[in-house]
């Protein structure tokens, strides 16, 4: 629990017992005060002063809650025409999806046309949970869970390629590139947080085969490494943004900087400039050749602490955006570090943000899922979901997705909201429900140009859209009839084929007109 979130409970729990311990008091001298002589008046003080004292406390708590919204302009530092390069068309085939968040801005919007309704490809159960999203390349999905294991499914028919198996655990998504996977992990399981002397490392596999290249060893890496040419840039548990040159097979170390606390976000990248927010609530921006500091910016203090940025920034329209433990989400200026807006989204923001057609979208644990605007920060729209959001959203055709977390466990401070599982499809300009699925934990999808990928609890599934799919059906069909060896068999099997179609056919536009009527 961060210093502020626990100075938080002190101060609330310290006024509610100095008012409940004032008012016994004060019971106490107004039942006794007749009886007990000259004692009264040190009885009297002592309730006055908890009673005063409880209040003052509540007070201090109640202005520490209070949000602090900064509303911004929606020209300053705004860049409109700044938006993340497209990828070539070669690497979208071959890298559909490299590393988490999509592009080195970790936006999470994709270019792929992919629209519910679905129909269900194949599906794969893994041991233990499923956190940090897949990576997609070579018609392959790469995919970690909690137990330390790494899985490489064929992307088209769900068949297990290979795994290995690591005896550390794994919170972040790998990174992709060039036949290799970089992948980052933390210390040895159980994996007790803040143990002492723990260590980390990044691990190069061959994509292929799952073989280990090389090991780079740090403190434990939660942070999903990023890839930018030849330079792989990730931050870790003890304190450091390092910078790892992996040109040639011997990789070599270009710089690493320190900052003032651990490092569990992702680091994002946009001109020349790291970004990355640390657990002491800092943001910095570092040159991404040499490390050195461009600027600090730093999110709002509470109660003399601030929380910690969890998730990964977003770069967009020359403005940083990233989401705090405190609720906020904020943007900076991605140049100058200034605050150019701030906004309270809820409860607790560990969702990394999606940034599309200049809207922010991010969830919070108390259930809301919000769209801001890019320039101000005001809400455009606002969906109540049935349980709280922990994951990143993905946005595609116009489309965002992103998951409900279902039951929170553990006793927080704020609220929470526990309910069901679930991945939403909601239209990305109104808020709208566009599409359900029955599971979903973290941060849930990913894509390439044919397929949607979900990662549940502890599976992961291959999605289609239900169009594609008959036609996938009836290309398979008539193979099936070019097989046949006679040629009247053959025939007849083409026609049944094509039957069947025009059936459909008919069939979808009665339907279709049904519902116009209903309407």
């Not at 961060?2 to 509610?16: C, G, K, N, Q």
């Not at 795994?163 to 210390?187: D, E």
């Not at 959001?389 to 609220?415: K, N």
């Not at 999605?463 to 025939?491: Q, T």
């Amino acid at each position: 629990m961060p210093l502020a979130a626990s100075l938080e409970r002190a101060v609330t729990d310290s006024a509610e017992l100095l008012l409940a311990a004032g008012a016994v008091l004060a019971l106490a001298y107004a039942l006794v005060r007749s009886r007990i002589g000259i004692l009264q008046w040190p009885l009297l003080g002592a309730s006055l002063l908890a009673l005063g004292m409880g209040t003052a406390l509540g007070g201090w708590a109640w202005h520490e809650k209070q949000p602090r919204n900064v509303v911004g302009s929606a020209t300053k530092e705004f860049v409109p025409t700044e938006k993340p390069k497209k990828r070539p068309r070669k690497e979208l085939t071959e890298e559909p999806w490299p590393f988490y968040g999509y592009n080195v801005g970790r936006t999470r919007f994709a270019p792929f046309k992919l629209r519910p309704p679905y129909a269900g490809l194949w599906s794969v159960k893994t041991k233990g949970s499923l956190e940090p999203p897949p990576v997609v390349a070579y018609g392959r999905v790469f995919i970690s869970s909690s137990r330390g294991i790494l899985y490489a499914i064929d992307a088209r028919i769900g068949k297990m390629i290979w795994k290995r198996q690591f005896s550390r655990c794994m919170a972040g998504s790998p990174a992709v590139a060039r036949g290799t996977l970089y992948v980052p992990l933390m210390h040895r399981r159980p994996c007790a947080k803040n143990a002492a002397g723990a260590d980390g490392l990044i691990a190069a596999l061959d994509a292929k085969t799952g073989r280990t290249k090389w090991r780079f060893r740090s403190g434990p890496i939660e942070s999903a490494p990023l890839l930018v040419g030849r330079i792989l840039y990730f931050g870790s548990w003890d304190h450091k943004v390092y910078a790892l040159n992996v040109r040639r097979r011997r990789h070599r170390l270009v710089w690493s900087r320190e900052t003032d606390a651990q490092i569990t976000a992702a680091v994002a990248y946009a001109n020349n400039t790291v970004y990355v927010g640390t657990s002491g609530g800092r943001v910095y921006a570092l040159n991404a050749r040499t490390g050195q500091q461009r600027w600090r910016a730093e999110s709002f203090a509470r109660f003399g602490r601030r929380e910690y940025f969890y998730a990964a920034p977003a770069v967009a329209y020359g403005r940083v955006y990233l989401g705090n433990t405190d609720g906020t989400v904020y943007a900076y200026g991605a140049t100058t570090g200034h605050l150019l807006w701030a906004r309270q989204a809820g409860t607790y923001v560990y969702s990394a943000p999606a940034v599309w057609k200049k809207m922010v979208f991010v969830g919070t644990w108390d259930g809301y899922f919000s769209a801001l605007d890019a320039r101000t920060g005001n809400f455009r729209w606002r969906y109540t979901a049935p349980a709280g959001v922990m994951g990143a959203p993905t946005v595609l055709d116009g489309i965002v997705y992103f998951s409900t977390f279902g039951r929170f466990s553990q006793r927080h401070l704020r609220r929470v909201k526990s309910g069901p599982r679930g991945t939403f499809g909601l239209n990305a300009r109104n808020g709208g429900v566009v599409w359900h699925f029955h599971d979903g934990h973290y941060s849930p999808v990913v894509a390439d140009s044919r397929r949607i990928y979900i990662a549940g609890q502890r599976k992961i599934y291959a999605l289609i859209p239900r169009a594609r799919l008959k036609k996938i059906l009836r290309w398979r069909a008539l193979a099936a009839c070019d097989r046949l060896k006679r040629v009247k068999a053959r025939h007849r099997c083409v026609q049944k084929v094509r039957q069947r179609g025009k059936a459909a056919q008919r069939h979808r536009v009665v339907h279709k007109k049904k519902r116009k009527k209903m309407q």
